[in-house]
């Protein structure tokens, strides 16, 4: 089974396309914490995500939104100039945004 869960906050606003088919796409990358109790000072992993079709026309996140995707993990290799390459990212079936960028702000304000 292929499945992947995160939860992290957008990095940037995400890239809409509209493919010629008339297919949307949307992408963005997710700032996913790893830090623990135990090991603090870990730094972020950032987690590239693509979103199609109709869950993409539903997608309104925007920088620094939490966002919730469960997915499955996509990897793709190549050669290019006699070097490998490769590259992974979430295929998003579901996303949500969890908490928007200004509401966390304002619940932050509001509990001190």
Avoid: C
């Avoid at 869960?5 to 008339?22: C, F, I, M, Q, Y």
């Avoid at 945004?97 to 966390?104: D, L, P």
């Amino acid at each position: 089974m292929n499945k992947v869960e995160v939860d992290g906050r957008l990095t940037a606003d995400p890239e809409v396309k509209v493919l010629e088919s008339g297919t949307k796409r949307v992408s963005f990358t997710l700032a996913v914490a790893r830090a623990t109790e135990k090991y603090p000072d870990l730094k972020p992993s950032f987690i590239p995500v693509v979103l199609w079709g109709e869950e993409a026309s539903k997608f309104g996140g925007t920088k620094g939104d939490l966002v919730y995707v469960s997915g499955e993990l996509i990897t793709d290799s190549w050669v290019k100039d006699d070097k490998h390459y490769s590259s992974f990212n979430i295929k998003g079936f579901k996303a949500e945004i969890k908490t928007k960028k200004k509401e966390a702000s304002y619940e932050a304000s509001n509990s001190r």
